[in-house]
Protein backbone atom coordinates (compact mmCIF):
# COMPACT_ATOMS: atom_id res chain seq x y z
CA UNK A 1 0.00 0.00 0.00
CA UNK A 2 1.17 2.96 -0.90
CA UNK A 3 1.19 5.98 1.60
CA UNK A 4 0.37 9.22 0.01
CA UNK A 5 -0.38 12.83 1.30
CA UNK A 6 -2.33 15.71 -0.24
CA UNK A 7 -1.25 19.27 0.54
CA UNK A 8 -3.63 21.76 -0.16
CA UNK A 9 -4.41 25.33 0.19
CA UNK A 10 -8.48 25.45 1.10
CA UNK A 11 -11.72 23.54 1.53
CA UNK A 12 -13.10 26.18 -0.55
CA UNK A 13 -14.91 25.28 -4.21
CA UNK A 14 -13.29 25.93 -6.78
CA UNK A 15 -11.46 23.97 -9.93
CA UNK A 16 -8.10 22.45 -8.17
CA UNK A 17 -9.93 22.20 -4.89
CA UNK A 18 -12.82 20.12 -6.65
CA UNK A 19 -10.56 18.48 -8.42
CA UNK A 20 -8.58 16.96 -5.78
CA UNK A 21 -11.07 16.08 -3.78
CA UNK A 22 -12.53 13.95 -6.66
CA UNK A 23 -9.51 11.99 -6.94
CA UNK A 24 -9.44 11.39 -2.97
CA UNK A 25 -12.85 10.05 -3.36
CA UNK A 26 -11.91 7.11 -5.70
CA UNK A 27 -8.32 6.53 -5.44
CA UNK A 28 -8.66 2.70 -3.93
CA UNK A 29 -8.41 2.28 -0.17
CA UNK A 30 -6.96 -1.23 -1.06
CA UNK A 31 -3.73 0.72 -3.05
CA UNK A 32 -3.41 4.35 -1.20
CA UNK A 33 -3.68 5.33 2.30
CA UNK A 34 -4.28 9.06 1.69
CA UNK A 35 -3.67 11.92 4.65
CA UNK A 36 -4.18 15.43 3.61
CA UNK A 37 -2.78 18.66 4.81
CA UNK A 38 -4.63 22.00 4.96
CA UNK A 39 -3.30 25.26 5.00
CA UNK A 40 -7.56 26.67 6.07
CA UNK A 41 -8.99 25.05 8.86
CA UNK A 42 -12.66 24.83 7.38
CA UNK A 43 -14.89 24.66 3.93
CA UNK A 44 -17.61 23.08 2.37
CA UNK A 45 -15.45 20.09 0.88
CA UNK A 46 -13.89 19.10 4.47
CA UNK A 47 -16.70 16.91 4.62
CA UNK A 48 -16.02 14.75 1.70
CA UNK A 49 -12.47 14.26 2.40
CA UNK A 50 -14.11 13.15 5.51
CA UNK A 51 -16.66 10.52 4.24
CA UNK A 52 -13.54 9.19 1.73
CA UNK A 53 -11.87 8.47 4.97
CA UNK A 54 -8.86 10.53 4.62
CA UNK A 55 -6.54 11.45 7.62
CA UNK A 56 -6.86 15.06 7.75
CA UNK A 57 -3.96 17.50 9.28
CA UNK A 58 -4.54 21.10 10.02
CA UNK A 59 -1.26 23.51 9.33
CA UNK A 60 -2.57 26.98 10.37
CA UNK A 61 -0.53 29.69 8.39
CA UNK A 62 -1.39 33.45 8.12
CA UNK A 63 1.73 33.44 6.16
CA UNK A 64 4.18 31.55 3.80
CA UNK A 65 7.34 33.26 5.81
CA UNK A 66 8.26 33.83 9.72
CA UNK A 67 8.61 32.28 12.70
CA UNK A 68 5.22 30.46 12.18
CA UNK A 69 5.79 29.00 9.26
CA UNK A 70 8.34 27.75 10.39
CA UNK A 71 6.75 26.19 13.22
CA UNK A 72 4.31 24.58 10.96
CA UNK A 73 6.68 23.37 8.63
CA UNK A 74 9.29 21.66 11.32
CA UNK A 75 5.58 19.76 12.10
CA UNK A 76 4.79 18.85 8.75
CA UNK A 77 8.59 17.43 8.56
CA UNK A 78 8.03 15.38 11.00
CA UNK A 79 4.78 13.93 10.61
CA UNK A 80 6.20 13.44 7.12
CA UNK A 81 9.16 11.59 8.28
CA UNK A 82 7.17 9.44 11.01
CA UNK A 83 4.25 8.46 9.10
CA UNK A 84 6.98 6.91 6.30
CA UNK A 85 4.94 8.85 3.33
CA UNK A 86 6.02 7.51 0.16
CA UNK A 87 4.48 10.14 -2.22
CA UNK A 88 4.20 13.26 -1.24
CA UNK A 89 1.54 15.80 -3.86
CA UNK A 90 1.46 19.47 -3.27
CA UNK A 91 -1.83 20.58 -5.39
CA UNK A 92 -1.97 24.47 -5.37
CA UNK A 93 0.55 27.25 -5.75
CA UNK A 94 0.45 28.25 -1.82
CA UNK A 95 1.17 23.94 -1.14
CA UNK A 96 3.75 23.97 -3.38
CA UNK A 97 5.73 26.96 -2.08
CA UNK A 98 5.08 25.75 1.46
CA UNK A 99 4.80 21.93 1.20
CA UNK A 100 7.31 20.70 -1.38
CA UNK A 101 10.71 21.92 0.34
CA UNK A 102 9.73 21.02 3.76
CA UNK A 103 8.49 17.27 2.28
CA UNK A 104 12.04 17.36 0.38
CA UNK A 105 14.07 17.85 3.92
CA UNK A 106 11.73 15.01 5.31
CA UNK A 107 13.22 13.11 2.95
CA UNK A 108 9.86 11.72 1.30
CA UNK A 109 11.08 9.46 -1.49
CA UNK A 110 8.57 11.02 -4.07
CA UNK A 111 7.53 14.70 -4.30
CA UNK A 112 4.94 16.43 -6.67
CA UNK A 113 4.25 19.91 -7.19
CA UNK A 114 1.13 21.21 -9.61
CA UNK A 115 0.62 23.79 -11.98
CA UNK A 116 -3.15 23.81 -12.48
CA UNK A 117 -3.50 27.65 -13.47
CA UNK A 118 -2.41 29.18 -16.92
CA UNK A 119 -2.03 32.81 -15.24
CA UNK A 120 -1.14 33.65 -11.92
CA UNK A 121 -4.21 35.21 -9.47
CA UNK A 122 -3.40 39.20 -8.78
CA UNK A 123 -2.68 38.14 -5.47
CA UNK A 124 0.48 36.15 -6.32
CA UNK A 125 3.25 38.78 -5.73
CA UNK A 126 6.78 38.19 -7.84
CA UNK A 127 8.06 36.48 -4.44
CA UNK A 128 5.02 33.78 -4.88
CA UNK A 129 6.06 33.22 -8.55
CA UNK A 130 9.72 32.84 -8.11
CA UNK A 131 9.92 30.84 -4.92
CA UNK A 132 6.92 28.45 -6.61
CA UNK A 133 9.22 28.00 -10.04
CA UNK A 134 11.82 26.80 -6.85
CA UNK A 135 9.42 24.35 -5.49
CA UNK A 136 9.33 22.95 -9.13
CA UNK A 137 12.93 22.45 -9.21
CA UNK A 138 12.86 20.88 -5.90
CA UNK A 139 10.01 18.34 -6.48
CA UNK A 140 10.82 15.01 -8.37
CA UNK A 141 7.94 15.80 -10.24
CA UNK A 142 5.28 18.35 -11.49
CA UNK A 143 1.97 17.56 -12.61
CA UNK A 144 0.33 19.68 -15.23
CA UNK A 145 -3.61 19.31 -16.00
CA UNK A 146 -3.52 19.45 -19.67
CA UNK A 147 -0.78 19.33 -22.74
CA UNK A 148 -0.76 23.18 -22.62
CA UNK A 149 -0.36 23.60 -19.38
CA UNK A 150 2.66 21.29 -19.27
CA UNK A 151 4.05 22.99 -22.37
CA UNK A 152 3.86 26.16 -20.24
CA UNK A 153 5.78 24.48 -17.86
CA UNK A 154 8.29 24.17 -19.93
CA UNK A 155 8.38 27.46 -22.03
CA UNK A 156 7.67 29.78 -19.01
CA UNK A 157 8.98 28.00 -16.10
CA UNK A 158 11.90 26.09 -17.27
CA UNK A 159 10.67 22.84 -16.03
CA UNK A 160 12.25 19.98 -18.49
CA UNK A 161 9.61 17.75 -20.32
CA UNK A 162 10.72 14.40 -19.04
CA UNK A 163 9.96 15.67 -15.22
CA UNK A 164 6.48 16.72 -16.40
CA UNK A 165 3.31 14.36 -15.38
CA UNK A 166 -0.17 14.97 -17.41
CA UNK A 167 -2.94 13.97 -15.99
CA UNK A 168 -6.13 15.90 -17.38
CA UNK A 169 -8.86 16.74 -14.49
CA UNK A 170 -11.47 13.95 -14.11
CA UNK A 171 -15.39 13.97 -14.60
CA UNK A 172 -17.29 11.99 -12.61
CA UNK A 173 -20.36 10.02 -13.90
CA UNK A 174 -23.08 11.64 -12.51
CA UNK A 175 -21.81 14.64 -14.49
CA UNK A 176 -23.04 12.42 -17.70
CA UNK A 177 -26.19 11.25 -16.21
CA UNK A 178 -29.48 13.78 -17.58
CA UNK A 179 -32.04 15.37 -15.37
CA UNK A 180 -35.43 14.24 -15.56
CA UNK A 181 -37.27 16.36 -17.16
CA UNK A 182 -39.79 17.41 -14.63
CA UNK A 183 -36.73 18.32 -12.24
CA UNK A 184 -35.49 20.08 -15.26
CA UNK A 185 -38.41 22.21 -15.61
CA UNK A 186 -38.24 22.76 -11.72
CA UNK A 187 -35.18 24.11 -11.85
CA UNK A 188 -35.61 26.21 -14.11
CA UNK A 189 -38.74 27.75 -13.22
CA UNK A 190 -37.44 28.21 -9.67
CA UNK A 191 -35.00 30.44 -11.81
CA UNK A 192 -37.39 32.68 -13.22
CA UNK A 193 -37.10 30.91 -16.60
CA UNK A 194 -40.27 30.54 -18.65
CA UNK A 195 -40.88 27.09 -19.55
CA UNK A 196 -40.14 27.58 -23.69
CA UNK A 197 -36.76 29.58 -23.25
CA UNK A 198 -33.87 29.09 -24.71
CA UNK A 199 -31.48 29.41 -21.90
CA UNK A 200 -27.71 30.61 -22.27
CA UNK A 201 -25.79 29.64 -19.49
CA UNK A 202 -22.11 30.22 -17.79
CA UNK A 203 -21.06 28.56 -14.42
CA UNK A 204 -18.10 30.49 -13.36
CA UNK A 205 -16.56 32.85 -10.50
CA UNK A 206 -17.60 36.68 -11.07
CA UNK A 207 -14.45 38.15 -11.86
CA UNK A 208 -12.29 39.55 -14.16
CA UNK A 209 -10.86 36.82 -15.44
CA UNK A 210 -13.96 35.06 -16.48
CA UNK A 211 -15.06 38.27 -18.27
CA UNK A 212 -18.78 38.48 -17.88
CA UNK A 213 -19.14 42.08 -19.12
CA UNK A 214 -18.39 40.40 -22.82
CA UNK A 215 -20.63 37.93 -22.81
CA UNK A 216 -23.25 41.06 -21.31
CA UNK A 217 -22.11 42.94 -24.35
CA UNK A 218 -22.85 39.88 -26.83
CA UNK A 219 -26.20 39.16 -25.24
CA UNK A 220 -27.33 42.69 -25.86
CA UNK A 221 -26.65 42.37 -29.05
CA UNK A 222 -28.62 39.28 -30.08
CA UNK A 223 -31.43 39.49 -27.49
CA UNK A 224 -33.79 41.39 -29.76
CA UNK A 225 -33.01 38.71 -32.41
CA UNK A 226 -33.56 36.10 -30.13
CA UNK A 227 -36.44 36.59 -28.10
CA UNK A 228 -36.71 33.63 -26.39
CA UNK A 229 -33.49 33.61 -25.04
CA UNK A 230 -32.57 34.49 -21.43
CA UNK A 231 -28.92 34.13 -19.57
CA UNK A 232 -28.30 32.71 -16.64
CA UNK A 233 -24.76 33.26 -15.13
CA UNK A 234 -24.41 30.83 -11.75
CA UNK A 235 -21.49 31.53 -9.23
CA UNK A 236 -20.11 35.12 -7.03
CA UNK A 237 -17.32 36.72 -6.61
CA UNK A 238 -16.10 40.68 -6.46
CA UNK A 239 -17.87 41.54 -9.75
CA UNK A 240 -21.27 40.22 -8.60
CA UNK A 241 -22.12 44.09 -8.24
CA UNK A 242 -20.43 45.26 -11.50
CA UNK A 243 -22.05 42.77 -13.72
CA UNK A 244 -25.49 43.36 -12.43
CA UNK A 245 -24.96 46.83 -12.73
CA UNK A 246 -24.12 46.32 -16.82
CA UNK A 247 -27.05 44.40 -17.02
CA UNK A 248 -29.39 46.77 -15.76
CA UNK A 249 -27.56 49.42 -17.89
CA UNK A 250 -27.70 47.27 -20.94
CA UNK A 251 -31.72 47.06 -20.32
CA UNK A 252 -32.26 43.38 -20.73
CA UNK A 253 -34.93 43.66 -18.87
CA UNK A 254 -34.73 40.74 -16.44
CA UNK A 255 -33.67 38.22 -19.41
CA UNK A 256 -30.14 37.95 -17.13
CA UNK A 257 -30.58 35.94 -13.94
CA UNK A 258 -27.62 35.58 -11.42
CA UNK A 259 -28.58 33.28 -8.71
CA UNK A 260 -25.21 33.10 -6.74
CA UNK A 261 -23.50 29.67 -6.28
CA UNK A 262 -25.64 26.78 -6.58
CA UNK A 263 -24.55 23.65 -5.48
CA UNK A 264 -26.79 21.03 -6.53
CA UNK A 265 -26.14 16.81 -6.65
CA UNK A 266 -26.08 17.63 -10.56
CA UNK A 267 -23.99 18.69 -13.59
CA UNK A 268 -25.69 22.47 -14.13
CA UNK A 269 -25.09 22.38 -17.29
CA UNK A 270 -28.27 20.04 -17.68
CA UNK A 271 -30.00 23.27 -16.93
CA UNK A 272 -29.24 25.03 -19.96
CA UNK A 273 -29.50 25.08 -23.81
CA UNK A 274 -25.84 26.49 -24.72
CA UNK A 275 -22.64 26.66 -22.27
CA UNK A 276 -20.70 29.96 -22.50
CA UNK A 277 -17.37 30.15 -20.85
CA UNK A 278 -15.29 33.85 -22.18
CA UNK A 279 -12.58 34.14 -19.82
CA UNK A 280 -9.18 35.82 -20.67
CA UNK A 281 -7.04 32.95 -18.91
CA UNK A 282 -8.24 29.63 -18.28
CA UNK A 283 -5.85 26.62 -17.81
CA UNK A 284 -8.33 23.37 -18.08
CA UNK A 285 -11.51 24.67 -16.73
CA UNK A 286 -13.92 22.13 -15.14
CA UNK A 287 -16.73 24.24 -16.23
CA UNK A 288 -16.44 23.34 -19.92
CA UNK A 289 -15.88 19.64 -19.51
CA UNK A 290 -19.02 19.77 -17.37
CA UNK A 291 -20.85 21.40 -20.03
CA UNK A 292 -19.24 18.94 -22.26
CA UNK A 293 -20.31 16.26 -19.92
CA UNK A 294 -24.37 17.46 -20.61
CA UNK A 295 -23.71 17.16 -24.39
CA UNK A 296 -24.44 20.72 -24.63
CA UNK A 297 -23.16 23.48 -27.46
CA UNK A 298 -20.03 24.64 -25.74
CA UNK A 299 -18.78 28.40 -27.08
CA UNK A 300 -15.98 28.72 -25.41
CA UNK A 301 -12.58 31.95 -26.04
CA UNK A 302 -9.35 30.70 -27.06
CA UNK A 303 -7.26 31.08 -24.06
CA UNK A 304 -5.11 28.60 -22.43
CA UNK A 305 -5.37 24.81 -22.17
CA UNK A 306 -9.25 25.49 -23.50
CA UNK A 307 -8.54 24.44 -27.10
CA UNK A 308 -7.28 20.62 -25.38
CA UNK A 309 -10.70 20.05 -25.28
CA UNK A 310 -12.67 22.36 -27.06
CA UNK A 311 -11.74 21.54 -31.11
CA UNK A 312 -13.28 24.46 -33.26
CA UNK A 313 -16.08 23.15 -35.28
CA UNK A 314 -15.94 19.50 -33.61
CA UNK A 315 -16.66 19.66 -30.11
CA UNK A 316 -17.44 23.41 -29.41
CA UNK A 317 -17.05 27.11 -30.99
CA UNK A 318 -14.00 28.78 -30.10
CA UNK A 319 -13.70 32.70 -29.94
CA UNK A 320 -11.59 35.16 -29.59
CA UNK A 321 -11.12 36.37 -25.77
CA UNK A 322 -12.88 39.88 -25.25
CA UNK A 323 -14.90 40.12 -28.20
CA UNK A 324 -18.51 40.62 -28.27
CA UNK A 325 -19.40 40.55 -31.69
CA UNK A 326 -17.62 37.10 -32.44
CA UNK A 327 -19.25 35.94 -29.35
CA UNK A 328 -22.64 37.11 -30.64
CA UNK A 329 -21.77 35.82 -34.09
CA UNK A 330 -21.57 32.30 -32.40
CA UNK A 331 -24.59 32.57 -30.20
CA UNK A 332 -26.72 33.47 -33.12
CA UNK A 333 -25.22 30.37 -35.11
CA UNK A 334 -25.72 28.21 -32.45
CA UNK A 335 -29.46 29.45 -32.38
CA UNK A 336 -29.76 29.23 -36.14
CA UNK A 337 -28.75 25.84 -36.75
CA UNK A 338 -30.21 23.70 -33.60
CA UNK A 339 -29.63 20.04 -35.37
CA UNK A 340 -25.41 21.36 -35.76
CA UNK A 341 -25.71 22.58 -32.24
CA UNK A 342 -26.83 19.01 -30.95
CA UNK A 343 -23.78 17.51 -33.37
CA UNK A 344 -21.66 19.37 -31.49
CA UNK A 345 -23.18 18.76 -28.02
CA UNK A 346 -22.61 14.66 -28.94
CA UNK A 347 -19.18 14.79 -29.99
CA UNK A 348 -18.75 16.83 -27.07
CA UNK A 349 -19.70 14.17 -25.06
CA UNK A 350 -18.02 11.62 -26.63
CA UNK A 351 -15.11 13.00 -26.77
CA UNK A 352 -15.12 13.88 -22.60
CA UNK A 353 -15.97 10.68 -21.52
CA UNK A 354 -13.28 9.03 -23.22
CA UNK A 355 -10.47 11.38 -22.26
CA UNK A 356 -11.55 12.78 -19.07
CA UNK A 357 -13.81 10.24 -16.95
CA UNK A 358 -12.94 9.49 -13.59
CA UNK A 359 -12.04 5.89 -14.20
CA UNK A 360 -9.63 6.47 -16.88
CA UNK A 361 -8.09 9.43 -14.97
CA UNK A 362 -7.83 7.78 -11.71
CA UNK A 363 -6.42 4.51 -12.90
CA UNK A 364 -3.36 6.61 -14.35
CA UNK A 365 -2.87 8.76 -11.61
CA UNK A 366 -3.01 5.61 -9.45
CA UNK A 367 -0.19 4.13 -11.97
CA UNK A 368 1.66 7.35 -12.19
CA UNK A 369 1.81 6.86 -8.16
CA UNK A 370 3.03 3.46 -7.97
CA UNK A 371 5.33 3.92 -10.80
CA UNK A 372 7.18 6.83 -8.57
CA UNK A 373 7.07 5.09 -5.33
CA UNK A 374 8.41 2.03 -7.06
CA UNK A 375 11.77 4.46 -7.47
CA UNK A 376 10.94 4.32 -11.36
CA UNK A 377 12.26 7.90 -12.20
CA UNK A 378 11.67 9.48 -8.81
CA UNK A 379 15.13 11.08 -9.40
CA UNK A 380 15.20 15.04 -8.90
Known sequence: MIRLAFCIDTFQIGGTELNAVRWAEHLSAERFRLTVFHLHADGPLRARYQQAGAQLVYLPLRRLYGPRAMRQG??????????????????????????????????????????????????????????????????HRVLANSPSVAGLLTRRDGVPPGKIICIPNSLAEDAFVPLPTSERAAWRARLGLPADALVIGIVARLDRDKDHATLLSAFARVAADMPRAYLVCVGDGPERA??????????????????????????????FDVSVLCSVTEASP?????????????????????????????????????????????????????????????????????????SRIIERLSASYESLASGAGAQS
Open 74 to 139: IRLARFLAQAHIDVFHAHDIYSNIFGVPWARLARVPVVVASRRWWKSSPSTSWAHAIANRWAYRAA
Open 242 to 271: AVRVLAQGLRLNGRVQFPGTLTPPFNLHHL
Open 286 to 358: NSVLEAMAAARPVIATRVGGVPDAVHDGETGVLVPPGDPDALAAALRAVHDAPERAQALGRAARAYVRAEHHE
